[in-house]
């Protein structure tokens, strides 16, 4: 995948890389990294020698049919793990599960501390759950990422990619072996979910905002059905204004007549 999509992918957009160095030449190691298109997960492997596992809803595995084993397919050799979303915490434990398994064999762990998606381009709030418990529990070092413009590749709605050189800031690893067999204490998880979240805002200047993104998008997504609904509301206000107007108009042309 690496020769398939790799090669092609820098070929055509030739994106910029700063900090290969930290990345380890073996052993594991986690990728904390912001969230900002479809795209990151093919980027950030793209640029580096080794291997990364990233997580992805056991949905894009389990399709059934032609297309359904082409897809899952596709993403096991891009690197991707299902993970099954069911379950009383759903996610959040197997993401948990499965990064333990990539690192204690050694290799590199890709996660999203945000969880989903930046909806505006700027950087939110990241969970604590998966990251922080994953680290604390091997003892791997974090090393922040950035990802810079590639939501500007292929942004909503467009089906073409545009052809532009996005970014990755590849930060310096962090250590929290301070913290070790700590991950059950929900304000350490917390500290250190915080702490790598600054590095990547450090590495990304997107703006902070200290909330989760997936509040975000649900605030996007009440607001723009409140102004759908608002226009509907006004659309039919005026629509009832004419159709009085009308019948006003209608009843003065009546007592006129009747007057003649």
Do not use: C
Request: aromatic share 8%; glycine share 10%; proline share 6%.
């Amino acid at each position: 995948m690496k020769v398939a999509i790799g090669g092609p992918l820098k070929l055509a957009f030739r994106p910029w890389v700063e900090g290969l160095e930290n990345i380890p030449a073996e052993g594991a190691a986690i990728l904390a990294s912001n969230h900002l298109s479809f795209s990151d997960s093919f980027f950030l492997p793209a640029v580096l020698d080794r291997k990364v596992t990233f997580i992805a809803k056991a949905e894009y595995f389990t399709t059934p049919g032609v297309k359904g084993r082409l897809t899952a397919a596709f993403f096991k050799g891009v690197g991707q793990l299902p993970v099954d979303r069911s379950g009383a915490r759903g996610a959040g434990e197997a993401a948990v599960k499965s990064g333990i398994e990539v690192l204690e064999r050694g290799e590199l762990f890709g996660i999203y501390p945000e969880g989903t998606r930046s909806p505006d381009g700027r950087l939110y709030r990241g969970k604590p759950g998966g990251l922080a418990r994953v680290a604390l529990a091997t003892g791997a070092p974090v090393i922040p990422v950035a990802m810079i413009d590639t939501e500007k590749i292929q942004p909503p709605g467009k089906v073409v990619p545009k052809l532009m050189r996005p970014g990755i800031r590849i930060g310096k690893a962090l250590d929290f072996s301070r913290y070790q067999g700590m991950e059950g204490d929900r304000f350490v998880l917390r500290a250190v979910t915080d702490e790598v979240m600054y590095e990547i805002m450090k590495l990304s200047g997107q703006e902070y905002v200290d909330i989760y993104a997936t509040a975000a998008k649900r605030q996007i997504t009440e607001a723009a059905k409140a102004e759908k609904e608002a226009e509907k509301a006004a659309k039919a206000a005026l629509a009832q204004a004419a159709k009085e107007q009308q019948e006003q108009a209608g009843q003065a042309g009546q007592r006129e007549q009747r007057e003649q």
